[in-house]
């Protein structure tokens, strides 16, 4: 997965059928000088051709849409946009919307209960860390996969190291890089050489792919993620 440019303007589409939600997120991102937002589309089609067209760096997508539901939009994305990642935010919170949402290609699932600060906030640290997914949601997530997966055999065949399975079990916490440095008492610059390592040895590309992986191999478990 591209994650976007930290030092470069965050180029956002918002895609929500709802008029005075998608202004007033508008009008919060507007505010912001690392935020730029390209365009608005109120429903799931209208979503998936703005992208195409004006391919931002991330799209604010709602799941419930006219037309073209957020999930199927943010697959299709996904497929004919790979530069362009997906952000949910959406008012369900259930295990099923996150799963399918995550499956369809979503980089991050944001709650639309959040407070206008801290979407910004996420969306920053969206921009430096390439994905979203809050402690609550994560263990949503996490739930999930343990009712789909009871695979553990293969974990034998994955040689990460004890700190990168460290790393890993606190990815699945929902922490952010600079939390895990703190946490082990080392730099960012040395989380991320083990990120790596860890999306090497699992074969994912990124954060979500790493916990999920590691959770259905058994290298962590549902409940020490959760």
Do not use: W
Request: hydrophobic content about 45%; aromatic content about 2%.
């Amino acid at each position: 997965m591209a994650a976007p440019a930290a030092k470069k303007k965050l180029t956002v589409l918002i895609a929500d059928d709802q008029t005075l939600f998608r202004e007033g997120i508008k009008d919060l991102l507007d505010n912001e000088k690392s935020v730029t937002v390209v365009g608005e589309a109120a429903d799931g089609q209208e979503a998936v051709r703005l992208a195409k067209k004006l391919k931002p760096n991330v799209v604010l997508m709602d799941i419930k849409l006219p037309h073209l539901d957020g999930i199927s939009a943010t697959r299709q994305i996904r497929k004919e946009c790979p530069d362009t990642n997906v952000l949910v935010l959406s008012s369900f919170e259930d295990e099923a919307h996150v799963m399918e949402s995550i499956q369809a290609g979503a980089n991050g699932y944001l709650s639309k209960m959040l407070p206008a600060s801290e979407l910004v906030n996420a969306l920053k640290t969206f921009a430096n860390e390439g994905v979203m997914i809050p402690q609550p949601v994560m263990g949503k997530l996490i739930q999930g996969l343990r009712q789909m997966s009871s695979a553990t055999a293969e974990a034998t065949l994955v040689a990460l190291t004890k700190t990168e399975i460290r790393v890993l079990s606190l990815l699945g916490r929902g922490q952010a890089n600079k939390e895990i440095a703190a946490g082990l008492g080392c730099s960012v610059k040395t989380i991320k050489n083990h990120l790596n390592s860890i999306f090497q040895k699992l074969d994912v590309s990124n954060r979500t792919e790493a916990v999920v992986k590691g959770i259905e191999i058994g290298l962590i478990s549902a409940e020490e993620s959760n």
